[in-house]
Every structure is written in structure tokens, then in C-alpha cells.
DNA sequence: GTCTATAGCCAGATAGAC
DNA sequence: GTCTATCTGGCTATAGAC
């Protein structure tokens, strides 16, 4: 009844891929590391995703699957402006806590296979514009917010938030800390980011 | 006297090799490709750089060297705070459109290496903070500035520039929009980002 | 389902002719 | 300096025993 016994192979060598692939990518990703992660041999990876290129892209879907409700929260969730903002920088930083390779690797190997989006966009549950669009105009018609386009809005608020993490040894580097206070720097984020973006926004 | 003779073999081979590294990273990349790209074969590839891995090296360094500048404009460009940012954010738009793989390949490489940054922060013009952080804290006492760590600042600014190109294919999927309209965006951001960041800050 | 052993390929690196 | 040919190791993938 350990939970390691309820759990098959199947999933202890996705859980194992999702490391490896995670933090190498697919070209620096090697089988090998995999099976030894999973505590399983070589063979067995093919037995249950036949080539490295099926295992990988169980990763990567897995990955994206839990990435876009994040990223919905800002886009389809149906709060008001100013508490959405609030509310997904602070929900981000802690989902980035637990997955702190998923959101790069994403982005990465999407990058390099920018033909995934086809795929993805058939999936229920993409995230979609239209409704954060519509919430914009609104809130710039009603006075609430300068004028701003949507799509602008939307690349500083991922970019504020998704950055700190892709980029921080450069990051790191550059301010001169080391990992502790970088990590007491993020956690700040939680609540300034909201606050810096709304103070751009907001007349 | 065609440019092409000029340049010589070794330089012949760090630009094919730049190419393929940027893009391709170092997992990814094949030193066949670089030498076909650069019309030779693969020994003379070890002949004028040895290894892969020093190859590699001398590309990351040119790649650093070249980006460090730019950084350094944020930081120890002693021109008002404003008027720095505006520059930046405008400069930064067209050194990316030059070098569109760069600063996402040294970012990567310094992921996967942190201990590069040991080695970088020997080299004299690296960028640091202090007077940045010097200029942000009289602009405080000023009244001209809201309180913000500079730190915090720096990560916004770095942030709002860097990050949509490096998400440019996940951020295309986001707001629904085809290459063109996303480089029409990207260009409308080299006044819109400073707009962002000074509306954010500035009493 | 899980293992060991190995096939087969591909990439980095080298030898040696010119 | 530049080439062709080749070695060597490592990696994906498969065969086959249990």
C-alpha cells in the first residue's frame, strides 16, 4: 500500500521524463538518465513509449496541460481587472515554486518546434484573448485604466512574471546576489509586480 | 579582395558555428552542420578550435561580449533615469532585431552553466548595479520616483524587454496573431515598454 | 512486465595524404 | 591549411531469455 507500489511503471518513468526532459530539453535529455531516475532499465522505456520522441512529447503535453490554466487565470477568469492581475502574480510565483523548470521548458521547446501550436490550439481549453480583450476596452472606456492595447497589457503581465525565473542566473549575475536573496527577491513579486503593473495602468 | 577571402577560415567557422549554437544550443547542435554552413569540413573544425566544447566556448563569450553592452546601458549609462529606460527599451528592440537568437542562447547556456558566470564576472566590463541603484535611490529622495528597490526595477525593466522575444512563439498563441502583427507589436513596444515603466513609477 | 545483451547508427575526434 | 577516410564512444532501439 506504499504509494510507490500504487503508482505503475508507466507513471514512475512519465514522472522521471518530466525531470529529465525538464531541465535538459529533448536534445540534452538521454534515456539512459531516465531509466536510471525511474529505477527501471533502458528497455522498458521503449516498452511503454517506443521511441524517445513519444516520451517526450507525453512530456511536453503533460507540461503544457498544467501551464495553460495558469495562464488562463488572467485571460478566462471572470474577476475584475485590477484583482486578476493581483491574484495571478501571486498564484505564479507559487506555481513556479513547485514546477521550477516546467514554464522554460515550454517555452523552449516550443521555440524550437513553433509547429506544436497547431496541435495545441485543438485542444480544449487553449487559452484564448477575447474575453481579457474585452475587459481591457471596457475598463479604458469606463476610465478606469489609460488607453492600452490588450495584447501589450498582456506581454508586460507575462513578461513580469515569467522572466524573473527564465532568466535568473543572468538576473542573479547582474544584480550581484546570491540564490537566498534572490529567492527573498522573488517571493516579493508575489505582491509588487500587481502593484507595479497597476500603477502603470490605472489613471 | 572579396570579403570572403579577407575573412579567414577561423572567422569563417565562429560565424557558422554562431549560428548553429544560438539556435540549436549546445545539446543541439552538429558540428557537421557548422561546417557545412561554413563550407569546409569537420577535421578543420577540430583543426582551429579543437573540441566541440571549446567551439562552443568561444561562441558563448563572443555572444556575452556582445550583450553585456546593452545590458550595461540600463546600468552605467550615466544619463537621467527616465531617459534611460527610453533609450533602452528603444535600443534593445533593434540590437534583438540584428541578433534575434542571442540573448535567449546566453540565458539557456547560463542555465544549464551557472558557474559561467564565475568566469564572466572576471572579465573587465561586466556589467554591476551599484550605480544604478545610486540613481534610483536619489530619485526616491527627489520625490521624483515611487519607493521601489532597485532591484526589483532592474528585473521589471529587463523583464518587459527580454521576455517577448523569448516567448515569442508561446505569447503569438496567447494573443492570436501571425508573425507580422507580432513584429508590428514588438515594434510598437520600443516607446510603449518606457511609457509602461515610467507611468509605473513616477509620481 | 522486466531484464541482459547487443545491434545499428550517428556524432565527435583523429590519422594521414596532399 | 585543407581534405578524405576512419576510429571510437555513446546513444537509441531491439532481440530474446525469464
Known sequence: MDKSKIENTEVEILNAAKEVFQQKGM???RMQEIADKAKINKALLHYYYRSKQLLFEAVFKSAFTLLAPQ???VLNDDSDLFEKITKF?????SFVVKHPYLPNFVIQELNKNPEFIQRLRAEKHFPTIDTFKAQVTEAIEQGK???IEAEQLLINIMSLNLFPFMGE???MALINVDKTAYNKILLDRKTQVADFIINAIKI
Open 27 to 29: 536534445a540534452g535529455a
Open 71 to 73: 495562464l488562463n487565470k
Open 89 to 93: 502574480t501571486d498564484n505564479y510565483v
Open 145 to 147: 485604466i489609460r488607453p
Open 169 to 171: 542566473p543572468l538576473l
